[in-house]
Protein backbone atom coordinates (compact mmCIF):
# COMPACT_ATOMS: atom_id res chain seq x y z
CA UNK A 1 0.00 0.00 0.00
CA UNK A 2 1.38 3.53 -0.83
CA UNK A 3 1.92 6.27 1.45
CA UNK A 4 -1.38 7.97 -0.22
CA UNK A 5 -3.47 4.98 -0.19
CA UNK A 6 -2.99 5.20 3.38
CA UNK A 7 -3.43 8.57 4.54
CA UNK A 8 -6.44 8.43 2.41
CA UNK A 9 -8.10 5.52 4.49
CA UNK A 10 -7.06 6.93 7.50
CA UNK A 11 -8.90 10.30 6.55
CA UNK A 12 -11.94 8.38 5.57
CA UNK A 13 -11.90 6.52 9.15
CA UNK A 14 -12.03 9.76 10.79
CA UNK A 15 -14.78 11.20 9.13
CA UNK A 16 -16.59 8.23 9.01
CA UNK A 17 -16.15 7.65 13.03
CA UNK A 18 -16.75 11.52 13.81
CA UNK A 19 -19.98 10.64 11.65
CA UNK A 20 -21.58 7.88 13.71
CA UNK A 21 -20.18 9.21 17.06
CA UNK A 22 -22.58 12.39 15.92
CA UNK A 23 -25.56 9.93 14.63
CA UNK A 24 -25.20 7.51 17.46
CA UNK A 25 -23.81 9.42 20.49
CA UNK A 26 -21.01 6.41 21.38
CA UNK A 27 -16.77 7.54 21.22
CA UNK A 28 -15.26 6.82 18.21
CA UNK A 29 -13.28 3.82 19.49
CA UNK A 30 -15.72 1.17 18.48
CA UNK A 31 -15.54 2.08 14.71
CA UNK A 32 -11.79 3.55 14.97
CA UNK A 33 -9.98 0.05 16.64
CA UNK A 34 -11.80 -2.18 13.64
CA UNK A 35 -11.19 0.26 10.98
CA UNK A 36 -7.62 0.43 11.69
CA UNK A 37 -6.83 -3.24 12.22
CA UNK A 38 -7.82 -3.46 8.50
CA UNK A 39 -6.10 -0.49 7.52
CA UNK A 40 -3.19 -2.19 9.33
CA UNK A 41 -3.31 -5.21 8.08
CA UNK A 42 -3.32 -3.58 4.29
CA UNK A 43 -0.41 -1.98 5.10
CA UNK A 44 1.25 -5.61 6.31
CA UNK A 45 1.56 -4.83 9.48
CA UNK A 46 3.00 -7.50 11.45
CA UNK A 47 -0.47 -9.38 13.11
CA UNK A 48 1.10 -9.74 16.43
CA UNK A 49 0.89 -6.15 17.19
CA UNK A 50 -1.44 -5.09 15.10
CA UNK A 51 -4.58 -4.70 18.01
CA UNK A 52 -2.36 -3.15 20.21
CA UNK A 53 -1.42 -0.38 17.27
CA UNK A 54 -5.21 -0.29 16.77
CA UNK A 55 -6.16 0.41 20.34
CA UNK A 56 -3.52 2.71 21.19
CA UNK A 57 -3.44 4.80 18.43
CA UNK A 58 -7.37 4.96 19.24
CA UNK A 59 -6.82 6.34 22.88
CA UNK A 60 -5.01 8.78 21.33
CA UNK A 61 -7.15 10.27 18.69
CA UNK A 62 -9.90 10.07 21.73
CA UNK A 63 -7.79 12.47 23.81
CA UNK A 64 -7.92 14.93 21.35
CA UNK A 65 -11.43 14.62 19.79
CA UNK A 66 -13.13 14.27 23.23
CA UNK A 67 -11.39 17.33 24.75
CA UNK A 68 -13.64 19.89 22.62
CA UNK A 69 -16.79 17.59 23.97
CA UNK A 70 -15.69 17.83 27.51
CA UNK A 71 -14.81 21.32 27.19
CA UNK A 72 -17.81 22.17 26.43
CA UNK A 73 -19.90 20.24 29.04
CA UNK A 74 -17.62 22.42 31.88
CA UNK A 75 -18.33 25.64 30.87
CA UNK A 76 -22.09 24.88 30.91
CA UNK A 77 -21.61 23.25 34.37
CA UNK A 78 -22.59 19.94 32.98
CA UNK A 79 -20.30 17.91 34.52
CA UNK A 80 -20.43 16.16 38.56
CA UNK A 81 -16.97 17.74 39.83
CA UNK A 82 -17.34 15.58 43.25
CA UNK A 83 -17.83 12.11 41.24
CA UNK A 84 -15.58 12.71 38.56
CA UNK A 85 -12.60 13.01 41.49
CA UNK A 86 -14.19 10.15 42.69
CA UNK A 87 -13.60 8.47 39.79
CA UNK A 88 -10.04 9.60 38.58
CA UNK A 89 -7.75 7.60 41.27
CA UNK A 90 -9.62 4.69 39.70
CA UNK A 91 -9.59 5.61 36.21
CA UNK A 92 -5.56 6.09 35.76
CA UNK A 93 -4.80 2.84 38.17
CA UNK A 94 -7.51 1.10 35.48
CA UNK A 95 -6.10 2.57 32.50
CA UNK A 96 -2.82 1.42 33.49
CA UNK A 97 -3.36 -1.98 34.36
CA UNK A 98 -5.56 -2.37 30.73
CA UNK A 99 -2.84 -1.53 28.76
CA UNK A 100 -0.27 -3.75 30.56
CA UNK A 101 -3.03 -6.47 30.54
CA UNK A 102 -3.48 -5.92 26.44
CA UNK A 103 0.89 -6.09 26.20
CA UNK A 104 0.79 -9.47 27.44
CA UNK A 105 -1.94 -10.73 25.41
CA UNK A 106 -1.68 -12.27 22.04
CA UNK A 107 -3.15 -10.04 18.96
CA UNK A 108 -5.86 -12.79 18.46
CA UNK A 109 -6.30 -13.16 22.40
CA UNK A 110 -6.89 -9.47 22.56
CA UNK A 111 -8.95 -9.61 19.28
CA UNK A 112 -11.41 -12.21 20.21
CA UNK A 113 -11.95 -10.18 23.47
CA UNK A 114 -12.75 -6.94 21.47
CA UNK A 115 -15.23 -9.42 19.42
CA UNK A 116 -17.18 -10.31 22.62
CA UNK A 117 -16.99 -6.89 24.24
CA UNK A 118 -18.62 -5.22 20.66
CA UNK A 119 -21.40 -8.05 20.27
CA UNK A 120 -22.28 -7.28 23.83
CA UNK A 121 -22.54 -3.80 23.08
CA UNK A 122 -24.60 -4.51 20.19
CA UNK A 123 -27.06 -6.60 22.67
CA UNK A 124 -27.23 -4.02 24.99
CA UNK A 125 -28.89 -1.47 22.39
CA UNK A 126 -31.09 -3.84 20.98
CA UNK A 127 -32.90 -4.98 23.89
CA UNK A 128 -32.44 -1.95 26.06
CA UNK A 129 -30.20 -2.87 28.71
CA UNK A 130 -29.69 -0.39 30.87
CA UNK A 131 -29.79 -0.09 34.69
CA UNK A 132 -32.60 2.08 35.68
CA UNK A 133 -32.23 5.05 37.07
CA UNK A 134 -31.24 5.76 41.00
CA UNK A 135 -30.84 7.90 43.86
CA UNK A 136 -28.37 6.83 46.26
CA UNK A 137 -25.01 8.35 45.67
CA UNK A 138 -22.19 5.67 46.19
CA UNK A 139 -19.02 5.82 48.83
CA UNK A 140 -15.93 7.32 47.45
CA UNK A 141 -14.35 3.38 47.63
CA UNK A 142 -17.49 2.62 45.58
CA UNK A 143 -16.68 5.09 42.95
CA UNK A 144 -12.69 4.25 42.96
CA UNK A 145 -13.65 0.68 42.18
CA UNK A 146 -15.86 1.77 39.46
CA UNK A 147 -13.09 3.93 37.93
CA UNK A 148 -10.55 1.54 38.28
CA UNK A 149 -13.19 -1.19 35.94
CA UNK A 150 -14.08 1.82 33.41
CA UNK A 151 -10.49 2.93 33.43
CA UNK A 152 -9.49 -0.40 32.62
CA UNK A 153 -11.80 -1.54 30.27
CA UNK A 154 -11.14 1.03 28.64
CA UNK A 155 -8.10 1.18 28.11
CA UNK A 156 -7.96 -2.48 26.96
CA UNK A 157 -10.30 -1.82 23.96
CA UNK A 158 -9.25 1.67 23.09
CA UNK A 159 -12.49 3.64 23.92
CA UNK A 160 -13.63 6.49 26.17
CA UNK A 161 -15.70 4.69 28.95
CA UNK A 162 -19.02 6.39 28.24
CA UNK A 163 -20.96 3.06 27.34
CA UNK A 164 -20.09 2.09 31.15
CA UNK A 165 -20.38 5.84 32.91
CA UNK A 166 -23.28 7.07 31.45
CA UNK A 167 -25.60 3.96 33.08
CA UNK A 168 -23.14 3.91 36.48
CA UNK A 169 -24.10 7.76 37.01
CA UNK A 170 -27.50 7.67 36.30
CA UNK A 171 -28.23 4.89 38.66
CA UNK A 172 -26.59 7.15 41.34
CA UNK A 173 -29.08 10.10 40.82
CA UNK A 174 -27.43 11.83 38.25
CA UNK A 175 -29.19 13.91 35.32
CA UNK A 176 -28.66 12.44 31.73
CA UNK A 177 -26.72 15.83 31.12
CA UNK A 178 -24.68 15.36 34.30
CA UNK A 179 -23.87 12.18 33.55
CA UNK A 180 -23.13 12.31 29.82
CA UNK A 181 -20.74 15.82 30.37
CA UNK A 182 -19.23 13.75 33.14
CA UNK A 183 -18.33 10.58 30.74
CA UNK A 184 -17.23 13.27 28.51
CA UNK A 185 -14.83 13.98 30.81
CA UNK A 186 -13.65 10.44 32.28
CA UNK A 187 -12.58 9.75 28.79
CA UNK A 188 -9.69 11.95 28.80
CA UNK A 189 -7.73 10.71 31.58
CA UNK A 190 -8.38 7.20 30.43
CA UNK A 191 -7.43 8.19 27.08
CA UNK A 192 -4.20 10.20 28.19
CA UNK A 193 -2.67 7.16 30.30
CA UNK A 194 -3.67 4.84 28.15
CA UNK A 195 -2.10 6.16 25.21
CA UNK A 196 0.98 6.89 27.36
CA UNK A 197 1.41 3.84 28.20
CA UNK A 198 0.61 2.14 25.55
CA UNK A 199 3.79 3.99 23.47
CA UNK A 200 6.00 2.87 26.72
CA UNK A 201 5.26 -1.01 26.74
CA UNK A 202 5.43 -0.23 22.54
CA UNK A 203 8.82 1.52 22.82
CA UNK A 204 11.70 -0.16 20.64
CA UNK A 205 9.22 -2.86 19.13
CA UNK A 206 11.48 -4.66 16.30
CA UNK A 207 8.04 -5.07 14.11
CA UNK A 208 6.51 -1.09 14.84
CA UNK A 209 6.07 0.55 11.30
CA UNK A 210 7.92 3.22 10.17
CA UNK A 211 6.04 6.19 11.73
CA UNK A 212 4.93 4.61 14.79
CA UNK A 213 5.99 5.82 18.37
CA UNK A 214 5.37 2.81 20.23
CA UNK A 215 1.58 1.80 19.61
CA UNK A 216 0.43 4.77 18.45
CA UNK A 217 0.91 5.28 14.64
CA UNK A 218 1.18 8.99 14.20
CA UNK A 219 -0.46 9.34 10.28
CA UNK A 220 -3.67 7.66 11.50
CA UNK A 221 -3.72 9.89 14.35
CA UNK A 222 -2.81 13.25 13.12
CA UNK A 223 -5.41 12.05 10.01
CA UNK A 224 -8.51 10.63 12.09
CA UNK A 225 -8.35 13.93 14.31
CA UNK A 226 -8.19 16.81 11.69
CA UNK A 227 -11.52 14.71 9.89
CA UNK A 228 -13.34 13.57 12.81
CA UNK A 229 -14.23 16.66 14.65
CA UNK A 230 -15.91 18.46 11.58
CA UNK A 231 -18.37 15.13 10.12
CA UNK A 232 -19.21 15.10 13.81
CA UNK A 233 -21.56 17.71 13.23
CA UNK A 234 -22.27 16.67 10.20
CA UNK A 235 -23.33 13.43 12.54
CA UNK A 236 -25.10 15.37 14.78
CA UNK A 237 -27.42 16.88 12.39
CA UNK A 238 -28.26 13.66 10.02
CA UNK A 239 -29.44 12.40 13.98
CA UNK A 240 -32.09 14.86 14.17
CA UNK A 241 -33.14 14.05 11.13
CA UNK A 242 -33.56 10.09 10.55
CA UNK A 243 -35.34 8.44 13.19
CA UNK A 244 -34.25 6.98 16.15
CA UNK A 245 -35.04 3.47 16.47
CA UNK A 246 -33.60 3.11 12.82
CA UNK A 247 -30.43 4.66 13.90
CA UNK A 248 -30.10 2.44 17.11
CA UNK A 249 -31.07 -0.91 15.48
CA UNK A 250 -28.62 -0.10 12.40
CA UNK A 251 -25.77 0.57 14.65
CA UNK A 252 -26.19 -2.26 16.66
CA UNK A 253 -26.37 -4.27 14.08
CA UNK A 254 -22.83 -2.81 12.24
CA UNK A 255 -21.80 -3.69 15.39
CA UNK A 256 -22.55 -7.30 15.54
CA UNK A 257 -21.22 -7.81 12.53
CA UNK A 258 -17.87 -6.09 13.66
CA UNK A 259 -17.56 -8.95 16.53
CA UNK A 260 -18.56 -12.11 14.76
CA UNK A 261 -15.61 -10.33 11.93
CA UNK A 262 -13.11 -10.52 15.27
CA UNK A 263 -14.22 -13.56 16.71
CA UNK A 264 -14.11 -15.22 13.65
CA UNK A 265 -10.61 -13.91 12.47
Known sequence: MTAVTALSIYLTLGAVAGTMAGVFGVGGGLIIVPVLVFAFGLQNVASEIIMHLAIGTSLATILVTGSSSALGHFRRGSIHRPWF??????????????????DNLSGTSLGTMFGIFVLLIAAKMVFGLTPKPGSVAPGKWVMAL????????????????????????????????????TAAAVGLPIALVGALVFIVVGWGNPLLPAWATGFVMWPAFFSIVVTSVPFARLGVKLAHVLPAQALRLSFALLLAVIGVRFLLS
Open 85 to 102: KALLPGLVLGAVAGVFVA
Open 146 to 181: AGVMIGGISALFGIGGGAMTVPLLSRCGASMTQAVG
